[in-house]
T-cell receptor
Framework: EDQVTQSPEALRLQEGESSSLNCSYT??????LFWYRQDPGKGPEFLFT???AGEEKEKERLKATLTKKESFLHITAPKPEDSATYLC????????????FGSGTRLSIRP | SAVISQKPSRDICQRGTSLTIQCQVD?????MFWYRQQPGQSLTLIAT?????????ESGFVIDKFPISRPNLTFSTLTVSNMSPEDSSIYLC????????????FGDGTRLSIL
């Protein structure tokens, strides 16, 4: 069964304390992996797409990486405004459009 | 990316009633998607809506409960029928996501509470 698992469920960091969020997947052929940020009361906001193992994407304090079994979202020197839920989603080769979401990581950055 | 507007943004409804949620996009799109996000949970796809054809429903979701319309390339509606407290969720519309692993983009959702 195709599955996306994120860990940890929740993460509390001090401002400036770097860390990583994990997204592991078991799918029958990966077509693309997506990272989203979701703030309370808002829809998911697209951050990155990763297509193949070894690929990396960066945006401000965030860097996403991809291996054959998992993806990491590294956050460097986070600020309180980085507090949000981060969602990982995958699209399989077998699906033209459907994506499967993980359960998300709730990130809280204390000033 | 497309700008997606949903109406209403929130509502409180009585059990047994129905509510229609609207999704408007500022550009023409081929595929629109409807998701449910239950409290504290991630997103679950309800159905995919293509213009000019019947919506495709995911396992566990049926047309009688969640009828969908897609009258043109910029608009769709999702109706939540005969509501019960278990239908209390956020309902989200998204667009895009076809082609070479293009991402989907989301509206801000409709927060629905059933009393």
């Amino acid at each position: 069964e195709d599955q996306v698992t994120q860990s940890p469920e929740a993460l509390r960091l001090q401002e400036g304390e770097s860390s990583s969020l994990n997204c592991s997947y078991t799918v029958s052929g990966l077509r693309g992996l997506f990272w989203y940020r979701q703030d309370p009361g808002k829809g998911p906001e697209f951050l990155f797409t990763l297509y193949s193992a070894g690929e990396e994407k960066e945006k401000e304090r965030l860097k996403a990486t991809l291996t054959k079994k998992e993806s990491f979202l590294h956050i460097t020197a986070p600020k309180p405004e980085d507090s949000a839920t981060y969602l990982c989603a995958v699209r399989m080769v077998s699906s033209a459009s459907k994506i499967i979401f993980g359960s998300g990581t709730r990130l809280s950055i204390r000033p | 990316s497309a700008v997606i507007s949903q109406k209403p943004s929130r509502d409180i409804c009585q059990r047994g009633t129905s509510l229609t949620i609207q999704c408007q996009v500022d550009s023409q799109v081929t595929m629109m998607f409807w998701y449910r996000q239950q409290p504290g949970q991630s997103l679950t796809l309800i159905a995919t809506a293509n213009q000019g054809s019947e919506a495709t429903y995911e396992s566990g979701f049926v047309i009688d409960k969640f009828p969908i319309s897609r009258p043109n390339l910029t608009f769709s509606t999702l109706t939540v029928s005969n509501m019960s407290p278990e239908d209390s969720s956020i309902y989200l519309c998204s667009v895009g996501g076809t082609g070479e692993a293009q991402p989907q983009h989301f509206g801000d959702g409709t927060r629905l509470s059933i009393l």
